[in-house]
């Protein structure tokens, strides 16, 4: 603004002299003379001077339309990002939802699709809460899997949802075998995501990479479904049951959708 002021200032002043200048000169000197040699220098400045100040001007409205003209790209760049955040997510739902119809079509009993819509924060329990519940048919008791393995089983179902006790919690327990050489066992939940193989004989020659399915004997789980691979094997000096410790094909993690197992009620 002081720059502006300026500018105008000498303008006017400018004006004055030169006005001043002709009227006084002109009739001694004749055009172009004195009052031209003292008047040039000061329009010289004068003309620099709006120069200078419109050049400042149009710099700063350039500045101004870069700016705006940056936020609509960004703008624009941000709606690409989430359009693309979204296709990517339909194209790996629909891979999901692909694997669970053919596993489904592999399965003998009837199920039913369902999404993990929550999961307990609490350390001392492994479960989650899947859109599905007792007006859909879901009961306590009912085998969840995906076609990975064994996921858990329904422990509580209300009319619209049921929580899934994992197999991983403490308190789960899958009737087991190795496929190998159908060495039985329980299947208990462990702190660290994984599971022990609990009371699997010592003369069973186990080894790891094994990998161990669902024996159909509890009257939960299917027969034949994946549970996980032997981890580590430890045979103790005494006693008649070996230590196993198998990690399940299920990655608790990631797990979005599943299949609750409709016909395979606990009795």
Same mark, same amino acid.
Request: aromatic fraction near 8%; glycine fraction near 8%; include cysteine.
């Given at each position: 603004?002081?720059?502006?002021?300026?500018?105008?200032?000498?303008?006017?002043? !400018?004006?004055?002299?030169?006005?001043?200048?002709?009227? &006084?000169?002109?009739?001694?000197?004749?055009?172009?003379? $004195?009052?031209?040699?003292?008047?040039?220098?000061?329009?010289?400045?004068?003309?620099?001077?709006?120069? +200078?100040? %419109? #050049?400042? *001007?149009?710099?700063?409205? +350039?500045?101004?339309?870069?700016?705006?003209? /940056?936020? $609509?790209?960004?703008?624009?760049?941000? %709606?690409? &990002?989430?359009?693309? !955040?979204?296709?990517?997510?339909?194209?790996?739902?629909?891979?999901?939802? &692909? !694997?669970?119809? /053919?596993?489904?079509?592999?399965?003998?009993?009837?199920?039913?699709?369902?999404?993990?819509?929550?999961?307990?924060?609490?350390? *001392?329990?492994?479960?989650?809460?899947?859109?599905?519940?007792? /007006?859909?048919?879901?009961? /306590?008791?009912?085998?969840?899997?995906?076609?990975?393995?064994?996921?858990?089983?329904?422990? #509580?179902?209300?009319?619209?949802?049921?929580?899934?006790?994992? $197999?991983?919690?403490?308190?789960?327990?899958?009737?087991?075998?190795?496929?190998?050489?159908?060495?039985?066992?329980?299947?208990?939940?462990?702190?660290?995501?994984?599971? +022990?193989?609990?009371?699997?004989?010592?003369?069973?020659?186990?080894?790891?990479? #094994?990998?161990?399915?669902?024996?159909?004997? #509890?009257?939960?789980?299917? %027969?034949?479904?994946?549970?996980?691979?032997?981890?580590?094997?430890?045979?103790?000096?005494?006693? $008649? +049951?070996?230590?196993?410790?198998?990690?399940?094909?299920?990655?608790?993690?990631?797990?979005?959708?599943?299949?609750?197992?409709?016909?395979?009620?606990?009795?």
């Amino acid at each position: 603004m002081v720059m502006i002021v300026g500018v105008i200032v000498l303008i006017v002043v !400018n004006i004055i002299a030169l006005s001043f200048s002709s009227r &006084r000169y002109s009739s001694h000197y004749g055009p172009g003379g $004195i009052g031209i040699s003292l008047i040039a220098p000061f329009q010289k400045i004068v003309t620099r001077s709006i120069g +200078f100040a %419109k #050049d400042i *001007w149009n710099h700063y409205f +350039f500045l101004v339309i870069a700016a705006q003209q /940056n936020d $609509i790209y960004k703008k624009t760049l941000s %709606k690409a &990002r989430e359009k693309n !955040n979204h296709y990517k997510e339909l194209e790996l739902s629909s891979i999901r939802l &692909r !694997n669970l119809l /053919n596993f489904q079509k592999t399965m003998s009993k009837q199920v039913l699709a369902a999404e993990v819509i929550g999961k307990d924060p609490s350390p *001392w329990f492994k479960t989650v809460i899947i859109d599905k519940g007792s /007006n859909d048919g879901v009961e /306590n008791g009912m085998a969840v899997v995906i076609p990975e393995g064994i996921a858990g089983q329904v422990m #509580d179902s209300s009319p619209r949802y049921s929580k899934v006790l994992l $197999i991983i919690d403490q308190h789960s327990a899958v009737d087991a075998l190795a496929q190998k050489n159908r060495a039985r066992g329980i299947i208990k939940g462990w702190a660290d995501g994984q599971c +022990f193989f609990k009371y699997v004989l010592r003369k069973h020659d186990v080894t790891v990479g #094994d990998r161990v399915v669902s024996s159909g004997l #509890d009257g939960v789980f299917p %027969k034949g479904l994946a549970v996980g691979r032997v981890a580590s094997v430890v045979r103790p000096s005494s006693g $008649i +049951f070996q230590e196993v410790t198998v990690t399940p094909y299920v990655d608790f993690e990631k797990l979005e959708e599943v299949f609750v197992v409709l016909s395979s009620k606990k009795s």
